[in-house]
């Protein structure tokens, strides 16, 4: 197919270099027979801008000396400039060829000029072929974007069903679970307050035991209770962080005293949150760093803000009993403790809170720590601009 295709071309040009040819050919041999060769000799023009349908860049210029030639030729056989007295006769050779160069330098110019135009539409044609890729490619994504767009509402609406069945299920679970809870705790009240005293001191410890457990699955309950209804409430608003450590300060202002323990704090920013989420937060790293506390050492706890380009960078840092990195994502899970409760009392539950409230507001939370060089807790919030 491409060699048929070239051999077309070939017979093409063949026959017009052909016509060029057999017109060149007529003016010369009319130029020969005539004595006024100025008019003859620029009937070459005719072949000059016929050039221009020749291929190759130059063929108006091979052409044009070929009729420079031709018009030579025509001069010495005819004996004209020898024959003639007339001074404009003399010079019928140079007029005709001023006016053969002069056409040539016009038609070069225009196919130079035709060609660059030529050049540049292919150009045109080849970015608007990228260009038509482009937006091909452009309209796929689009469409693929449209089909995970409806994927993704399908999920999040199968999320928020799950949600809600989950919150209801906590709910009715926290509920019927405290239930037979209280009956425990009223029969071992009472059990304690009319039998204690015929019990053994091995019995007065069974009935401990069982009192003790029974409270802690009491604070247990209540506090995945109130885990599952973190995030109900979305409403938000302008916090101001530094009035915020403030008050919670007052309600620590007694396991302050008791522990010598000390919180710094300065210039904290306002964010945007929901101020009894944001509050927990805050309490929950506090309350942290005052429980996890070295023996015979105050506690201290530096609370810092860094404003970062989109977000604020918050740390609370300790010098309490510290953690190893192994840990760090065991501390934000549900009821992982990483202590024994005889040692450190508590639920297990704070750092889930935190990490559940960081992430409700678009943040993220994470640990530095070392074991006995105590730990430091970041977490970002957007920032009010």
């Given amino acids: 197919m491409l060699s048929k295709q070239k051999s077309m071309i070939g017979i093409q040009n063949g026959a017009l270099i052909f016509i060029a040819a057999f017109f060149a050919g007529i003016i010369f041999l009319v130029d020969l027979n005539t004595s006024n060769t100025v008019a003859v000799a620029s009937l070459y ?6 050039s221009w349908l020749l291929p190759g860049k130059f063929a108006c210029i091979y052409t044009a000396t070929i009729c420079s030639f031709l018009t030579l030729t025509s001069v010495i056989l005819t004996g004209e400039m020898a024959s003639s007295a007339n001074e404009l006769s003399k010079i019928n050779m140079v007029i005709s060829l001023v006016v053969i160069w002069t056409s040539v330098t016009l038609v070069f110019i225009a196919k130079s000029s035709f060609s660059s135009l030529e050049g540049i539409n292919q150009q045109l044609s080849a970015s608007s072929a990228a260009l038509l890729e482009k937006i091909k490619e452009l309209d796929l994504q689009q469409e693929e974007l449209s089909s995970n ?11 928020l069903i799950k949600n809600r069945e989950l ?3 906590t709910s009715i679970a926290s509920h019927d679970l405290q239930e037979p809870l ?3 705790g009223n029969m071992t009240q009472l059990i304690t307050k009319k039998y204690h005293t015929h019990f053994d001191d091995q019995g007065k410890k069974m009935l401990n035991y069982v009192t003790s457990a029974a409270d802690r699955m009491t604070i247990l309950i209540k506090g995945l209770l109130q885990f599952s209804r973190i995030g109900n409430t979305r409403e938000t608003q302008k916090v101001d962080c530094q009035e915020l450590v403030r008050t919670i300060l007052l309600d620590f202002d007694a396991v302050l ?34 429980k996890f506390r070295k023996p015979n050492m105050s506690p201290t706890i530096e609370v810092t803000a860094t404003e970062r380009s989109t977000h604020v960078e918050f740390c609370f840092k300790d010098n309490g009993i510290g953690i190893e990195a192994a840990d760090y994502e065991k501390t934000f899970l549900i009821f992982q403790r990483l202590n024994d409760i005889e040692e450190y009392e508590g639920t297990g539950l704070g750092l889930a809170y935190c990490r559940k409230i960081v992430e409700l507001h678009g943040g993220k ?12 807790f970041y977490f970002t919030l957007a920032k009010i601009i």
């Fill in 182 to 184: 209280r009956t425990i």
């Fill in 167 to 169: 919150e209801r299920f």
């Fill in 365 to 376: 939370i994470w640990i530095n720590s070392k074991k006995g060089a105590g730990s430091s």
């Fill in 45 to 50: 023009v005719i072949v000059i801008l016929y």
């Fill in 149 to 159: 767009k409806a994927k993704l509402e399908s999920l999040n609406s199968d999320l």
């Fill in 257 to 290: 005293k008791s522990a010598d323990g000390m919180v710094k704090f300065n210039e904290l920013p306002i964010v945007s949150g929901n101020p009894t989420e944001l509050r927990m937060l805050f309490q929950n790293l506090i309350s942290n760093g005052l």
